[in-house]
């Protein structure tokens, strides 16, 4: 190495944060937390249920402000197998793990989220993963008021 060149250590660092949610998203993590219940928000113009909840519609710019209690029940959209590993500070599970786009009952929009109970934790067959798998929350028992207070979707047997 020349002496002017640039010398690179590598390194990690783990910094502790605070996340403002905002007020939209503390009234959801609110809800979530202190009583269970997953609500998303209508718009009033067309009529749209976003969850997650916005606070404006993207189809025509209204101010999203009526909030709805959906049911913890969807149908999964889509999914994916997670094998790549980028640091357990990062990932809610080790690889391999399924993620999936639920939409609960009386949303327009769809969550992604964990899939568990699946066949690679060995309660479900792989056939039963497709798109219009009937799915409802797993929600934790001490919640502390992120998404992960649901631990994940499971197929409704
Ligand atoms: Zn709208």
Known sequence: MASG???VVEGKLRVPYDNWYGTLA???FRELRDHGKIRGIRCPA???VYMPPRSVCPRCLGTLSVWVDLPPTGTL???TVVHYD???YYQPMKPPYLLGIIRLDGADTGLCHLLGECHLLGEVEQQELAPGLRVEARFREDRKGNI???VYFRPIR
Do not use: M
Request: net charge negative.
């Open 5 to 7: 060149e640039a010398f």
């Open 26 to 28: 503390s009234a959801f």
């Open 46 to 48: 067309c009529e749209k």
């Open 77 to 79: 959209q889509t999914f």
């Open 86 to 88: 980028y640091g357990q």
């Open 148 to 150: 992960l207070d649901i």
